[in-house]
């Protein structure tokens, strides 16, 4: 673990030297302070979780260890040094705070807006202007919704990377999937004149039909946020030699620059960081249709050529693994 080939290159060496000479942003740890040497001086066995162990070519991991001072006739002789990398776990927990801290920035903003709202009527303030409370009222109810869909995203995330989530699978015929996605868009898309084009061939895949269906709505409400008035959707199925389905759905909005192509798909990640507060939308969608479809044991990806709109395709299992 500290990349020494042989014995000879430690035996003799001080430890403290060696290995456990500063912090991770290179500041010396003075021989005094150092829990290892205490552990001996001191004759008591000592926990530490929160330092770093230094390799041979300079690098350094994460480490936790107990160090158990040995005692022979009273004397003490030595320290038995026990010790993990645990790097992987230190990023997870940064992984779990910066979450938690997204999250609460997320819930927060439109509760502020709601109580904001709410305390102006309560406030008695508006009562002779009923049009000014109407206007308040609609404000609280559009953060309502937001709560709610974000909470939602939120669980249905956190099920599915607990694997929770319940999955129904069937064979079900893609096409009828790309209709009820287009149909569920019906109102937005008398409003802005935008068209789908649905090109399916007649192919069926093993499927979670509901799960397949939330995802495909979350791709085609995201492409209509980005359609200009008057362009069209298309929404593309075929056989993707014999055992996949390659479903696709473009637009011919503004795109996604290459560098976010990737990006996109994790939580919270927006091209801009206005997206969510012009367009509407938590930040999740997209990583819950890449936990989807990768319960499918599928791909899903992005691609956008300048100036060509965005568009997003994955692929589904034909048949059932045997
Ligand atoms: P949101 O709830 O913000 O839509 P998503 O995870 O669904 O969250 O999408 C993340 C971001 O990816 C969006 O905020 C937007 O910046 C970008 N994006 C998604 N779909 C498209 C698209 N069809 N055209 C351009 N940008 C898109």
């Known amino acids: 673990m500290l990349g020494y080939d042989s014995p000879d290159e430690v035996l003799g060496h001080d430890a403290h030297r060696l290995f ?90 439109p509760l502020t807006s709601l109580r904001a709202a709410l305390g102006l009527i309560a406030g008695g303030a508006l009562h002779a202007r009923p049009e000014k409370a109407q206007q308040m009222l609609d404000v609280a109810i559009g953060n309502t919704d937001r709560l709610v869909s974000l909470v939602n995203d939120i669980l249905d995330l956190e099920r599915m990377s607990a694997g929770k989530m319940q999955m129904h699978f069937s064979d079900v015929r893609i096409g009828d999937l790309l209709q009820r996605a287009a149909d569920l868009q019906h109102s937005t898309v008398q409003k802005t004149g935008v068209q789908f084009r649905i090109d399916a061939e007649p192919v069926t895949a093993h499927v979670d039909a509901d799960r397949i269906l939330q995802t495909l709505t979350n791709l085609v409400s995201n ?91 994955f692929t589904l299992p034909r048949f059932a693994p045997r």
């Not at 005094?32 to 000592?46: G, K, P, V």
């Not at 690098?59 to 993990?84: K, M, N, R, S």
């Not at 008057?230 to 389905?245: D, F, K």
């Not at 795109?255 to 509407?280: C, H, N, W, Y």
């Open 223 to 313: 492409a209509l946020k980005f359609s200009p008035p008057g362009s069209q959707i298309r929404l593309i199925a075929r056989a993707n030699g014999p055992n996949e389905v390659l479903v696709g759905v473009m637009d011919q909005g503004r795109g996604i620059p290459p560098e976010k192509l990737e990006t996109v798909f994790e939580r919270f990640q927006q091209v801009d960081a206005s997206d969510s507060r012009m367009m509407g939308g938590t930040g999740l969608g997209l990583a819950i249709c890449r936990s989807i479809v990768e319960q499918h044991d599928g791909h899903i990806w992005a691609e956008s050529a300048s100036g060509e709109g965005a568009s997003f395709y």
């Open 20 to 109: 456990h000479h500063s912090t991770a942003d290179g500041t010396p740890i003075d021989m005094r302070d150092c829990h290892i040497h205490n552990s001996i001086a001191q004759l008591t066995t000592t926990r530490v979780s929160d330092e770093v162990f230094w390799r041979k070519n300079g690098t350094f991991f994460d480490a936790q260890y107990v160090a158990c001072p040995q005692i022979d006739e009273g004397y003490p002789v030595g320290t038995t040094v026990l010790f993990q990398d645990v790097t992987e776990r230190r990023a997870l927990e940064r992984m779990k705070d910066e979450f938690i801290s997204t999250v609460s920035h997320e819930l927060r903003t």
